[in-house]
């Protein structure tokens, strides 16, 4: 089943002579349970693509459907509830209460939503367990390293089970070590609890934790790689298509 509908997305910012088509006609699926990478060139559009399924631009052109809701549709109260139940952001800069702790922190979402939820604490446990966070429950944000800080924001990002989970260069503010930590976790919230994850990311390495990257260049769809058994396989691949998708030029091995 598609969670995600893209259909001949265009945007164009501002008007008459400063016209910028952002997005032009980009259209994609991604079934539930993927995890997918954003990739492309500076300016092809990553951001605006994320801006608009997070809700907060809106296309010139086009459709998303995310979890059979038409995004169009919604009018702004509308929005904000379907933000609140169906998508968990991950971003650069965690956006952790330092006053409250961690265990606060990750169930903040849960306490905005109206309804009662009888299995709170249990909820609490499964993500804390899958993100390991269990013995951190108690400390505040300011005790904990970045990559602490990251698993609690996206614990708090999936608590509420969202339809879809997107994450704009989640491992920026990390150290390599961290990083591959982190997407370790990611890795294994996709896999275990059947997330489903769209990440934009710069980088080949974050990306080949995925399992579909799709490049977009000028704002449409150039291609996709899809992994494999090996990540090792799949990052050369994703290597090779940035090479391509930027025009070439990418030196791989430097030789004297
Ligand atoms: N609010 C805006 N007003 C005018 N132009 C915009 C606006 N937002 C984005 N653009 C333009 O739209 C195009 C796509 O920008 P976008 O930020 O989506 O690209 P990107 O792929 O995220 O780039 P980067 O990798 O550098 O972050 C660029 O030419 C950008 O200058």
Wanted: aromatic residues 8%; neutral net charge.
């Amino acid at each position: 089943m598609a969670i995600l509908e893209v259909s001949n997305l265009s945007k164009i910012f501002g008007q008459r002579h400063d016209r910028v088509r952002a997005l032009n006609d980009l259209s994609f699926q991604v079934a539930a349970g993927e995890f997918i990478g954003i990739m492309g060139p500076s300016g092809a559009g990553k951001s605006t693509l994320l801006n608009i399924l997070a809700t907060i631009e809106t296309p010139s052109t086009g459709k998303v459907k995310i979890a059979g809701y038409d995004l169009e549709a919604l009018n702004e109260s509308q929005q904000a509830a379907f933000r609140r139940d169906h998508l968990g952001f991950v971003f650069q800069d965690f956006n952790l209460l330092d006053d409250m702790t961690v265990a606060q922190n990750i169930l903040l979402p849960l306490t905005l939503q109206r309804q009662v939820q009888p299995d709170r604490a249990e909820r609490l446990r499964t993500v804390s367990q899958h993100l390991n966070l269990g013995p951190l429950l108690k400390a505040f944000p300011g005790e904990l390293s970045m990559g602490q800080r990251q698993r609690v924001a996206a614990a708090r990002a999936v608590i509420t089970q969202p339809s879809l989970l997107l994450a704009d260069e989640p491992t920026g503010s990390l150290d390599s070590l961290a990083a591959t930590d982190f997407l370790r976790y990611l890795q294994q919230l996709n896999q275990q609890e059947k997330t489903t994850i769209l990440m934009v990311t710069h980088d080949p390495f974050t990306a080949s934790f995925a399992s579909r990257i799709i490049f977009i260049k000028d704002g449409a769809f150039f291609a996709e790689v899809t992994r494999g058994k090996s990540r090792e396989q799949f990052f050369d691949r994703i290597i090779d298509m940035e090479a391509t998708v930027s025009g070439g030029g990418h030196a791989r091995v430097a030789t004297d």
